[in-house]
C-alpha cells in the first residue's frame, strides 16, 4: 500500500522569504507525484505533478518541486512567497497502474508581512 | 482547462432529511468521477469511484446505503447523503480525470460544505 506523509502541519513564513513544504511517500511501486493547493472553501486546484522525465518540476505561481527517488521525497518549494500564496497544500501520490490519488494531511502555509 | 463544478456550494439541512450534491464536468466527459469528503483541517478521504453506467466502487468503511451514488451520463455524477446526521456535515469534494482513461491529472470540483443541524 502506498502512503504520503507531509511532517509540517503548519508552516509560517514572512512575505518574499523562501519556503519548502516536505513531502515524503511509501510505494513499493512507481509513483506518480502531485502538489495541490486548496484556498479557503475551495476545491484543490493542481500546483504541479511528476510523472516522469525531469525530476525538478516547475508548476504555476512559481512553485517547483523535486523528486528524489532514493530518499522518496517530492519537497515543494518556492524562492519568495507573497500573502496570496496562504492556503492549503497537499502532496498526492498515485500508484502506476491504478486510478486512485492518496492524500498527505496538508501543510497550511501563513504568509505574514 | 478543464472545469468541473459542483452544486450546491453550501448547504444547511436538518438532521433525517436527505441532500443531493450534483457534480458536473463542463467541457468534456467523465466515465469516472471520484467523491471525496474532507473534515476540518483534515485531508481529502477518498469514499468511492462513479462509474458511468455502472454500480459506484465505495472504499472500505463507506456505507453505500447512505451515500448513494448516481453517474447517469458522462458529465453527471450525483450524491445523495440519505437521513443525514450531525456526523456527516463535512466538505465533500468530487473530481474527475482530464483525459478519457486518464487519472495522471484530475480536476477537482470547488466542493459542498454540508451542515446537518
Same mark, same amino acid.
Given at each position: 500500500?502506498?502512503?504520503? &506523509?507531509?511532517?509540517? $502541519?503548519?508552516? @509560517?513564513?514572512?512575505?518574499?522569504?523562501p519556503?519548502?513544504?516536505?513531502?515524503?511517500? $511509501?510505494?513499493s511501486?512507481?509513483v506518480?507525484?502531485?502538489?495541490?493547493?486548496?484556498? @479557503?472553501n475551495?476545491?484543490?486546484?493542481?500546483?504541479?505533478?511528476?510523472?516522469?522525465? $525531469?525530476?525538478?518540476?516547475k508548476?504555476?505561481?512559481?512553485?517547483?518541486?523535486?523528486?528524489?527517488?532514493?530518499? =522518496? $521525497?517530492?519537497?515543494?518549494?518556492? @524562492?519568495?512567497v507573497h500573502?496570496?500564496?496562504?492556503?492549503?497544500?497537499f502532496?498526492?501520490?498515485?500508484?502506476?497502474g491504478?486510478?486512485?490519488? =492518496?492524500?498527505?494531511?496538508? &501543510?497550511?502555509?501563513?504568509?505574514?508581512? | 482547462g478543464?472545469? %468541473? #463544478?459542483?452544486?450546491p456550494?453550501?448547504?444547511?439541512c436538518?438532521?433525517?432529511?436527505s441532500?443531493?450534491? !450534483?457534480?458536473?464536468?463542463?467541457?468534456?466527459?467523465?466515465?469516472?468521477?471520484?467523491?471525496?469528503?474532507?473534515?476540518p483541517?483534515?485531508?481529502?478521504?477518498?469514499m468511492?469511484?462513479?462509474?458511468?453506467?455502472?454500480?459506484?466502487?465505495y472504499?472500505?468503511?463507506? !456505507?453505500k446505503?447512505?451515500?448513494?451514488?448516481?453517474?447517469?451520463?458522462?458529465?453527471?455524477?450525483?450524491?445523495t %447523503? /440519505?437521513?443525514?446526521h450531525?456526523?456527516?456535515s463535512?466538505?465533500?469534494?468530487? #473530481?474527475?480525470?482530464?483525459?478519457a482513461?486518464?487519472?495522471?491529472?484530475?480536476?477537482?470540483?470547488?466542493? /459542498?460544505?454540508?451542515?446537518?443541524?
Amino acid at each position: 500500500a502506498q502512503s504520503v &506523509t507531509q511532517l509540517d $502541519s503548519q508552516v @509560517p513564513v514572512f512575505e518574499e522569504a523562501p519556503v519548502e513544504l516536505r513531502c515524503n511517500y $511509501s510505494s513499493s511501486v512507481s509513483v506518480y507525484l502531485f502538489w495541490y493547493v486548496q484556498y @479557503p472553501n475551495q476545491g484543490l486546484q493542481l500546483l504541479l505533478k511528476y510523472l516522469s522525465g $525531469s525530476t525538478l518540476v516547475k508548476g504555476i505561481n512559481g512553485f517547483e518541486a523535486e523528486f528524489n527517488k532514493s530518499q =522518496t $521525497s517530492f519537497h515543494l518549494r518556492k @524562492p519568495s512567497v507573497h500573502i496570496s500564496d496562504t492556503a492549503e497544500y497537499f502532496c498526492a501520490i498515485l500508484t502506476g497502474g491504478g486510478n486512485k490519488l =492518496t492524500f498527505g494531511t496538508g &501543510t497550511q502555509l501563513k504568509v505574514e508581512l | 482547462g478543464a472545469v %468541473v #463544478s459542483q452544486h450546491p456550494s453550501r448547504v444547511i439541512c436538518k438532521s433525517g432529511t436527505s441532500v443531493k450534491i !450534483e457534480c458536473r464536468s463542463l467541457d468534456f466527459q467523465a466515465t469516472t468521477m471520484f467523491w471525496y469528503r474532507q473534515f476540518p483541517k483534515q485531508s481529502l478521504m477518498l469514499m468511492a469511484t462513479s462509474n458511468e453506467g455502472s454500480k459506484a466502487t465505495y472504499e472500505q468503511g463507506v !456505507e453505500k446505503d447512505k451515500f448513494l451514488i448516481n453517474h447517469a451520463s458522462l458529465t453527471l455524477s450525483t450524491l445523495t %447523503v /440519505t437521513s443525514a446526521h450531525p456526523e456527516d456535515s463535512s466538505f465533500y469534494i468530487c #473530481s474527475a480525470p482530464g483525459l478519457a482513461g486518464s487519472t495522471d491529472t484530475q480536476y477537482f470540483g470547488p466542493g /459542498t460544505r454540508l451542515t446537518v443541524l
